[in-house]
C-alpha cells in the first residue's frame, strides 16, 4: 500500500510538470518529502564487531582455513563460499540485503563504493562505541569496557524523558555491560542484559527459556546467546509495544575473538535470520506495520589478514570503518550510499529525528543526523 502510494505520487510530479510548469526534479522532491510518514517507532539493532568486509563482499576466503579455527572447511566453504561477491553477500544475509535492495533500504560503508562510515572514539572496542551510538558524540571519559554507569545521556534516555515515551522504550543485549552503558539506574529504562532472566512475556516461553540459559554451557560468561536475547527482545515487542526498542547481538564479536571464522559467519547468518523474525514481529502488529524505522549497525570494525581479522583496536588497521542501514519505511535515500562521508555518531540523532525530535538541542557536541530521513526541523 504505501509503495503505491508512493507511485501516485509520482504520477502527480508528473502531472504538476505538464500543466503548472514545475521542473520534473522538482515536482519529485516535493510530493516525496510531503509523502514522507510520520515514524511513530523505532527498532535499533547492532551487531557487535561485524565487519563491512563480509556484510559488503561475504565470506573471505583467506579465512575459510584450519589456521582461523574452521573445523570443517569444505563445509564451511560450500556453505558460504561463491565467486561472485554479491553471491556471497546474499548468501551470508539474504534478508538484509533484500530490505536494501527491494523494499527501498538503505545501507551506508562499502568501501567498492567509496562510502564511508567511521567511528570517532579512537579506541575502537565495545563502550565507546555503544556510547558513541548512543549518546551521538564520542566521550573520553568513556575510555574501557569496565562496568561504569554512563554519565553521558542517550538518546534512550532523552527520549524516555518525554511523556509521550515514557515506559515505551527498551533494551535488549546479549552483552551483561548495557545496563551500565544505557545507565538503567538513572534513566528507568529497563535493560534486559546478560545471563539475565527473561521477565516479559508469554509464561510459557519464558520459562522454556530461562530453563535453557541456566542449564546450557556458557561459552562466554558475559555473553548470552543471541538467540535468547531475540526471543526476549520478541516477547517485549508483542507484550509492551515500546516505542523505542534497542537490541543488541554479541556473538559475532565473541567468535571473532575465539578464532573461530566459521561460527563468526554462522553467526552472522542466525543473526540476519533474527532480523527477519524481529521484522516480522513488528508488522504483524497494527501499531508498527508500515510506521517503524529499523536503524542497524555495529559498535566498532577489525582488522585484516588470519590474525588481524580477530581483533580490533587503535593499532589495527579497519577497526575504525563500521557501516549502517536502515529500512522499514520510504527513506530520503535508498539502495548502497556511494561516495559519502558519515560517522558512527550520527545513529544518535538520526533515531531523534526520525520521531520528529532535534536531540542535538541537548549537547552542541551530538552529531547531526544522517541524510535518510526528515529532519526534526522540516
Known amino acids: 500500500m504505501a ?30 518529502q510531503a509523502f514522507l510518514p510520520k515514524v511513530d517507532n523505532i527498532v535499533l539493532i547492532t551487531l557487535d564487531g561485524f565487519r563491512g568486509e563480509e556484510l559488503f563482499s561475504g565470506a573471505d576466503k583467506r579465512l575459510i582455513v584450519k589456521e582461523c579455527g574452521v573445523k570443517n572447511v569444505d563445509a564451511c566453504t560450500n556453505q558460504f563460499w561463491r565467486e561472485d561477491a554479491l553471491e556471497r553477500r546474499h548468501v551470508l544475509m539474504p534478508f538484509l540485503w533484500e530490505m536494501i ?72 543485549g546479549s552483552w551483561d555491560v548495557f545496563p551500565f552503558i544505557v545507565n538503567d539506574k538513572r534513566s528507568g529504562i529497563p535493560v534486559n542484559a546478560g545471563w539475565s532472566p527473561l521477565t516479559v512475556g508469554d509464561p510459557g516461553k519464558l520459562s522454556a527459556a530461562n530453563f535453557i540459559a541456566e542449564n546450557l554451557f556458557h561459552e562466554f560468561e558475559g555473553v548470552r546467546y543471541d538467540s535468547l536475547t531475540t526471543l526476549g527482545a520478541i516477547e517485549e515487542i508483542r507484550t509492551t509495544k515500546p516505542r523505542v526498542m534497542f537490541v543488541s547481538l554479541g556473538e559475532t564479536d565473541d567468535w571473532a575473538h575465539a578464532g573461530r571464522y566459521d561460527l563468526y559467519l554462522l553467526t552472522a547468518r542466525q543473526n540476519d535470520q533474527f532480523l527477519k523474525e524481529i521484522w516480522n514481529a513488528t508488522q504483524s502488529i497494527e501499531s508498527y506495520r508500515d ?88
Open 101 to 172: 535492495e527491494k523494499q527501498g533500504g538503505w545501507v551506508a560503508g562499502s568501501m567498492e563504493e567509496d562510502s564511508e562510515v567511521r567511528v570517532t572514539n579512537g579506541l575502537y572496542f565495545s563502550y565507546p562505541g555503544y556510547n558513541e551510538i548512543l549518546s551521538g558524540f564520542a566521550d573520553a571519559w568513556v575510555n574501557s569496557n569496565d562496568k561504569r554507569y554512563n554519565r553521558n545521556v542517550t538518546v534512550l534516555e532523552w527520549l524516555h524523558r518525554k511523556e509521550e515515551f515514557k515506559q515505551r522504550v527498551a533494551a535488549y
Open 3 to 32: 509503495k503505491m502510494v508512493f507511485y501516485c505520487r509520482i504520477w502527480i510530479a508528473v502531472v504538476s510538470l505538464l500543466c503548472f510548469g514545475k521542473s520534473f526534479g522538482q515536482a519529485v522532491y516535493e510530493e516525496s
Open 291 to 378: 510506521k517503524t524505522l529499523f536503524l542497524i549497525t555495529t559498535d566498532h570494525g577489525r582488522g585484516d589478514g588470519r590474525e588481524g581479522w580477530k581483533n580490533h583496536s587503535l593499532v589495527l588497521s579497519g577497526s575504525e570503518r563500521i557501516w549502517i542501514a536502515a529500512f522499514g519505511v520510504p527513506l530520503q535515500a535508498s539502495g548502497i550510499d556511494r561516495g559519502g562521508r558519515y560517522t558512527q555518531s550520527q545513529v544518535a540523532s538520526t533515531l531523534a529525528s526520525a520521531l520528529g525530535y532535534d536531540f542535538k538541542e541537548s549537547n552542541e557536541s551530538i552529531a547531526g543526523e544522517l541524510p535518510i530521513v526528515r529532519s526534526a526541523s522540516q
